[in-house]
């Protein structure tokens, strides 16, 4: 029997027009299949399909879920238990969400617990371990609606704001003794006695500014006379007053009180007394008041209208755009660096709110978004979301409300935002389409955010821009093949052309021992001329740390991770050896616990070195490096950019952060410190990522006006990638790329399904590995089935792991019956006892 007895009430409705209603939940763990609950009668007009619901799931664990679907069918093979509370009276999940959800735990084989787990930001799941805590702009004294005597048991066992007490759920349901307490805690929520967080490090803390403002029954000229004819032996309050009527103008316009002004504003002035202020309140001639600020402090209207006219070149490409958007869905805006890309997709975004609609623009990475969340304000103001990874739990709340509310029309975002709960799209960019990272690796779902922004521009007729200077092959192959419209555009916005790109030989360089570390003469002294000239560097080392590799010189012994199969890297700013795979840290090593040797040294460079090197190079230089150790902090992207944008860097060396989409006007040359190492890659892309990195970091050479100058330094000039980056000619790169795809079988022709099994122990993923791939070859035939192999890094994080690829002809194979051949073959390993704690991944389109 069903815990929840006491929601039936005896006075419910006649049981002849009863309905009796289910819900399924979508669960935010990985079940396979949705739950159905029971809707208790007295609630079933309360239902939202979208709405969150909380349910009992397990013995004990109560959580909160999505209802995805209300019908009048119980489920047959088991007995539904009730709903236990319902949180939302509208939808925070809408519909064409919850299509897009389905069609991406279809398509990259994960389950719809997995993908909302995903999208929904945490504060938004609740479970038994979520907590409350009081709200800091609760008081106990001047509250507004008056509590019931289990709201004020509740209030009573959170203490004061303060002592920043917290509850879980399942204390506050032991403490009212009853199952129903949810009721409780939504009313607090109401009344804004208290608010919810999921973790700790979540705490919701909104931002309350204390604010006064003159008592109501003041606000009239001849009142205001009275009360100071009142106050004429107090000065002290006298000057507060006239400081406060000074800044806010109440006999001009009455209603301007209504705003008060920020009580620090009183408080803080050095020629005010903040008793006096004080008194004044406890008086009742100020009132204070609470208010609680957006974390978006954006003006209401844009600031200036700063937005550029459009060359001709633009223009005919943004009509180009919309000609195509007559007959198709999407268009690949193919446009050199620095052709101005950014400007058309400004006005195509102008158009589509015009028009109602909403938009969604994606970038790659966040630190391209702080330059290019500037260039939006100015045009969008307040009607501009801003969503990514660096973002409290709080702040995307507020995101995903406002999108909900309409308060946010255009969002701009890394790959996530593609979980937003849009309606109504009219038009989603994806800028940088060509870059991996917007696929996400781990956990599921492993999506493309470019492909699902596709399948959501589909669902809600949206139109979808794709836009590179360095497209995907895959993209451009549907360009080509008519199935995206082909915009180009050749060159670059005003004066800029395209920078001359040379390379230089560390080979001979070492020869003829001209090298200083890793730099050749020749890029040295170009950095040194640049900067003599007061313009900018950009320079870009594909690896982060100090060294990637510490050795003894003597008996060869080399530190590894004691999770992963990998050589530990060597940071010297905290003097640490560390895993780039699963965090792991040691201190450096300065005698080898082998040999006893003292002779350990470091072997190659990261971008820490290269900072480091050139500091003593070159004293005189600023220099900044952007990579994974220097922007851990939230706002520390901004500030590198804000710096280099001012000029108060010199030299920028980077991850490839740095070459993606950034705009610097006085950057006048980008040297590539060491290509060889982007070039060899094992994976059939690596070509396609090369070309597209040398370009786009070359891309950052002389944007505006001043000739750029690229320096790729490499062992072997002769490599015939580096033919076509010189010659900046994508369409001769593809020409040669598609040739290769098509001959080995890879995307666009074929679709690769990547299968990882992992296991603690060797020889048991090993086993399950062979089973797995003879299972596959049974189902799918011999030529489909690549491997097993151990991948290059086989162990990460104590798994080992076994990689089988599948290639699926894309014209001959049916997706969905091969995945069920997938999901059947997996359904086999799991099922033999011995491989109970085996992990089979499936990932769909991986990159
Ligand atoms: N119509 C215009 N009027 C004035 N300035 C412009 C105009 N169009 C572009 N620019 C300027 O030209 C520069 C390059 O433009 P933008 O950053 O949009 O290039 P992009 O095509 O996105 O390049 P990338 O592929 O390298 O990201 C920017 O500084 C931009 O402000
Ligand atoms: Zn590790």
Redesign the pocket.
Do not use: H, I, N
């Given at each position: 029997m069903s815990l929840a007895l006491d929601f039936i009430s005896p006075a419910a409705a006649p049981a002849a027009d009863r309905v009796t209603l289910f819900a399924d939940v979508i669960l935010p763990l990985p079940l396979p299949r949705l739950y159905t609950y029971r809707v208790p009668f007295e609630l079933n007009d309360n239902v939202v399909i979208g709405g969150r619901v909380i349910v009992q799931f397990g013995a004990k664990k109560t959580l909160s879920c999505i209802v995805a679907a209300v019908h009048e069918t119980p489920p047959a093979n088991y007995q539904a238990k009730y709903i236990l509370e319902f949180i939302d009276d509208a939808p925070v999940v809408t519909q064409p969400q919850l299509k897009l959800f389905r069609w991406m735990a279809d398509y990259y084989m994960c389950t719809i617990g997995e993908v909302i787990n995903a999208a929904l930001p945490s504060a938004l799941k609740l479970s038994s371990e979520s907590r409350i805590q009081l709200h800091p702009a609760f008081s106990r004294e001047e509250n507004e609606y008056p509590l019931t005597p289990q709201e004020e048991l509740i209030v009573y066992a959170l203490g004061s704001t303060e002592e920043g007490k917290a509850l879980t759920f399942t204390e506050v349901g032991d403490l009212l003794g009853i199952t129903s307490f949810h009721k409780v805690i939504k009313s607090l929520m109401h009344k804004d006695v208290i608010f919810l967080f999921e973790h700790t490090a979540d705490k919701y803390a909104p931002k309350v500014v204390k604010k006064v403002r003159l008592a109501h029954h003041f606000v009239s000229e001849a009142s205001i006379e009275q009360l100071f004819n009142s106050l004429s032996s107090k000065p002290k309050q006298l000057d507060v007053l006239m400081k406060y009527l000074q800044r806010v103008p109440v006999y001009q316009n009455e209603h301007s009180n209504q705003n008060g002004i920020e009580k620090a504003a009183l408080t803080s002035s050095p020629h005010l007394s903040a008793s006096a202020v004080n008194t004044l309140i406890k008086n009742g001639v100020l009132e204070q008041f609470d208010v609680i600020v957006s974390r978006f402090p954006l003006e209401d209207e844009p600031t200036a209208q700063l937005h550029?006219?459009?060359?001709e070149a633009?223009t005919t490409a943004r009509d180009e755009i919309m000609a195509h958007f007559g007959e198709k869905d999407i268009a690949l805006l193919h446009?050199?660096?620095?052709?101005?890309?950014?400007?058309i997709y400004i006005d195509l975004i102008r158009k589509a709110l015009d028009g109602g609609g909403q938009v969604l623009y994606l970038l790659p990475e966040i630190a391209l978004t702080a330059q290019i969340v500037g260039?939006l304000l100015r045009v969008f103001g307040s009607r501009l979301g801003v969503y990514h990874s660096k973002f409290s739990d709080n702040e995307r709340v507020e995101v995903w409300n406002g999108v909900l509310s309409g308060r946010f029309q255009v969002v701009v975002g890394v790959r996530s935002a593609v979980f937003l709960p849009f309606d109504n799209l009219a038009l989603i960019i994806v800028?940088?389409e060509h870059e991996s990272s917007y696929k996400q690796y781990e956990p599921a779902p492993r999506y493309n955010a470019r492909e699902v922004a596709l399948m959501m521009a589909n669902f809600q007729g949206a139109k979808t821009l794709l836009?590179?200077?360095t497209p995907a092959v895959e993209t451009y192959y549907q360009a080509k093949q008519g199935r995206y419209g082909l915009v180009s555009?050749t060159k670059?916005?005003?004066e800029a052309g395209m920078p001359d790109i040379e390379l230089v030989d560390t080979r001979k360089a070492r020869e003829k021992k001209t090298m200083h570390n890793h730099f050749t003469a020749e890029l040295l002294g170009e950095v040194e001329r640049t900067l003599g000239r007061q313009e900018q560097v950009i320079l870009f080392q594909n690896r982060r740390g100090y060294a990637p590799v510490v050795a003894c010189q003597d008996c060869g012994w080399i530190p590894k991770c004691t999770n992963c199969a990998v050589s530990l890297s060597y940071h010297k700013h905290s003097h640490e050896l560390r895993c780039h795979y699963c965090g792991y840290h040691d201190s450096m090593v300065t005698q080898c616990p082998a040999c006893g040797s003292r002779a350990v040294k470091t072997q190659g460079f990261g971008t820490e070195k290269i900072e480091d090197d050139l500091k003593i190079m070159l004293p005189q230089a600023n220099i900044q490096r952007m990579d994974l150790d220097t922007t851990r902090a939230k706002n520390s992207y901004q500030q590198i950019i804000a710096d280099f944008e001012k000029q108060a860097t010199n030299v920028l060396v980077g991850t490839q952060m740095v070459t993606k989409?950034l705009?610097f006007?006085n950057v006048s040359l980008v040297g590539i410190i060491n290509a060889d190492s982007i070039i060899h890659y094992p994976d059939f892309r690596a070509h396609e990522r090369a070309y597209q990195m040398f370009v786009?970091v070359s891309?950052?050479a002389g944007?505006?006006g001043k000739k750029g100058k690229v320096l790729i330094q490499t062992s072997d000039p002769t490599q015939v990638i580096f033919d076509k980056v010189i010659r900046n000619d994508y369409v001769e790169f593809y020409n040669y790329e598609i040739v290769q795809r098509h001959e080995h079988g890879y995307p666009p022709f074929m679709r690769v399904i990547k299968m990882t099994v992992k296991h603690v122990e060797q020889g048991l993923g090993e086993q399950a590995a062979i089973l797995l791939t003879q299972e596959l070859v049974d189902r799918l035939g011999r030529a489909a089935v690549l491997g097993p192999e151990a991948p290059y890094i086989f162990r990460i994080r104590n798994f080992y792991l076994q990689e089988i690829t599948i290639k699926l002809d894309r014209a001959h194979t049916a997706l969905k019956w091969a995945k069920e051949q997938i999901c059947a073959a997996m359904d086999v390993v799991k099922d033999q006892k011995e491989f109970k704690q085996a992990r089979l991944v499936a990932d769909v389109d991986p990159m």
């Open positions: 550029f006219t459009l060359t633009q446009g050199v660096t620095g052709a101005g890309k950014t400007e260039r800028d940088e836009g590179s200077a555009l670059r916005f005003g989409g705009d006007a786009q891309g950052r944007r505006k």
